[in-house]
């Protein structure tokens, strides 16, 4: 017992006697600077990484900031226990005698020697001022989005989202819905207080933005786009309500109306249906249903010739008929090319840079297809004789059709039309020449035109993409 309380002894006046050189001393400190830990600093002073971990109390040693003070454990401190405990001892105010009206004594009565200890508690850097809080913004949400997105894209947490927006479900939120995103150094109370302001402020906006569009929506100056007229589609094959309306964007409910149709099931292939409007129920349609039929009778019947009993090739094309400015001098447009130039050359020969170029407009390759010579001469005569209007090319070169013996395919083929000749008067010009091929499609944009021994005439009422639905073919003279 008695060795023990020795030893305990022999400590507790080595401690006081540290701590009384600490005080009399005075303390080191290490400012932290970019890039350093605490084994630099260590190896530095020559004291040991726990002791400097133990003087200042560091609960996570591996975060150290820039700019953060430590201080350094005295000459023969190896615990750092003993420099902790001499700082807390000279933080600790000094008991003076003051007078019971509580004046304190003024500086110059003081000791000179008892001012030396509270040296470490003036050396103490000012407490860290608050963070100046961002502005909250509005942020309407997006289709897709929830509230992780949304607070990555701004920088916030979710929480800080949660508490400005006081979301009982964070996980429902819908597309359109305005919430308030917290501003920098908030966690969402300060942006919670401003929220109903924000939102007041956006309505506003709103409205004023609102109020010229209504206004010039109730103007009589301005009239309504006039709605589109009803058109007529003839029954295919294998076709039923749901497709036609469908192709033509109507509901089937409109063109029940629009036909007056008691079975709807019952439609036969050539019945000629009206087709109504997208904006019309099928009541404006019904109501001219029989004058709508009729007038496309008309235009058939002057089409086809069918009243008349005569085929195509009536006089109708010499009313568009004018005269070439540049005789012999073609302009195709395709799709991805056009040509403008002379098809034939001295001799009446093709010229083979216009032959190569025109393969292109027609969606061949130059060098490997070549469009037939007698389809470029026709060509040729059908431009100067529309005046050398340009011709638009629909359809040239092309591997995959509907017919197994396609004149497409070997470049004999063309499909095209000219602004401002209409389709069935170029038709009845094109069954002038001898040894061709004439197509003519009433639902679709294009006339066809191909090179071939038997001179031949046909009809199809199909649509584009479609299968035939030839009406007539015939073989011509």
């Known amino acids: 017992m008695t060795v023990r309380l020795t030893v305990t002894l022999a400590l507790l006046l080595t401690l006081v006697l540290q701590a009384e050189q600490a005080a009399a001393a005075g303390f080191r400190y290490h400012t932290v600077a970019d890039g350093q830990n605490l084994a630099r600093i260590a190896k530095r002073y020559r004291v040991s990484v726990r002791s400097l971990i133990v003087a200042n109390r560091l609960e996570k040693p591996s975060k150290l900031k820039p700019g953060q003070r430590l201080v350094v454990p005295m000459k023969g401190d190896k615990t750092g226990q003993a420099t902790r405990d001499a700082l807390d001892e000279a933080a600790k105010p000094k008991k003076t005698d003051q007078p019971q009206s509580g004046k304190a004594k003024p500086e110059a009565d003081k000791p000179a020697d008892k001012a030396e200890p509270s040296e470490p508690a003036k050396s103490k850097p000012p407490p860290p001022k608050a963070p100046k809080v961002g502005d909250?913004?509005?942020?309407?949400?997006?289709?897709?989005?929830?509230?992780?997105?949304?607070?990555?894209?701004?920088?916030?947490?979710?929480?800080?989202?949660?508490?400005?927006?006081?979301?009982?479900?964070?996980?429902?939120?819908?597309?359109?819905?305005?919430?308030?995103?917290?501003?920098?150094?908030?966690?969402?109370?300060?942006?919670?207080?401003?929220?109903?302001?924000?939102?007041?402020?956006?309505?506003?906006?709103?409205?004023?933005?609102?109020?010229?569009?209504?206004?010039?929506?109730?103007?009589?100056?301005?009239?309504?786009?006039?709605?589109?007229?009803?058109?007529?589609?003839?029954?295919?094959?294998?076709?039923?309500?749901?497709?036609?309306?469908?192709?033509?964007?109507?509901?089937?409910?409109?063109?029940?109306?629009?036909?007056?149709?008691?079975?709807?099931?019952?439609?036969?292939?050539?019945?000629?249906?009206?087709?109504?409007?997208?904006?019309?129920?099928?009541?404006?349609?019904?109501?001219?249903?029989?004058?709508?039929?009729?007038?496309?009778?008309?235009?058939?019947?002057?089409?086809?010739?069918?009243?008349?009993?005569?085929?195509?090739?009536?006089?109708?094309?010499?009313?568009?008929?004018?005269?070439?400015?540049?005789?012999?001098?073609?302009?195709?447009?395709?799709?991805?090319?056009?040509?403008?130039?002379?098809?034939m050359g001295p001799g009446n020969k093709v010229l083979r840079g216009a032959r190569h170029r025109i393969a292109k407009v027609m969606g061949g390759k130059p060098g490997k297809h070549h469009p037939h010579q007698r389809l470029l001469k026709l060509i040729a005569i059908v431009s100067d004789t529309f005046g050398g209007r340009p011709i638009r090319v629909v359809s040239g070169f092309r591997n995959r059709s509907y017919a197994s013996k396609s004149k497409h395919r070997s470049g004999r083929a063309l499909d095209f039309s000219i602004p401002g000749v209409p389709n069935s008067a170029l038709r009845d010009y094109l069954v002038t020449f001898r040894n061709v091929g004439v197509g003519y499609y009433p639902n679709s944009s294009f006339v066809h035109f191909d090179v071939r021994p038997r001179k031949t005439y046909w009809v199809d009422q199909s649509g584009p993409g479609q299968r035939p639905r030839y009406t007539t073919i015939k073989t011509l003279p």
């Open 136 to 343: 909250p913004t509005l942020y309407r949400v997006r289709a897709g989005q929830n509230l992780g997105l949304i607070a990555k894209r701004h920088h916030v947490t979710v929480k800080s989202i949660i508490v400005a927006n006081a979301l009982t479900s964070p996980r429902k939120i819908m597309p359109g819905t305005w919430l308030v995103i917290p501003g920098k150094h908030d966690d969402g109370t300060h942006a919670a207080k401003k929220r109903a302001a924000l939102i007041a402020s956006t309505r506003k906006s709103d409205r004023r933005e609102a109020a010229p569009a209504a206004a010039s929506k109730t103007s009589p100056q301005k009239s309504k786009p006039a709605a589109r007229e009803p058109s007529v589609h003839v029954v295919g094959k294998g076709e039923n309500l749901g497709r036609i309306a469908r192709r033509h964007k109507v509901s089937v409910r409109a063109m029940i109306i629009a036909n007056q149709l008691r079975n709807p099931r019952a439609i036969r292939p050539g019945q000629l249906l009206v087709v109504p409007s997208p904006d019309d129920s099928g009541l404006r349609a019904a109501k001219r249903r029989r004058a709508i039929l009729a007038a496309h009778r008309a235009r058939s019947e002057r089409s086809t010739g069918r009243r008349s009993k005569k085929l195509p090739g009536s006089s109708s094309w010499r009313r568009y008929a004018r005269r070439a400015r540049r005789g012999g001098y073609v302009q195709l447009i395709g799709y991805k090319s056009r040509f403008k130039g002379y098809i």
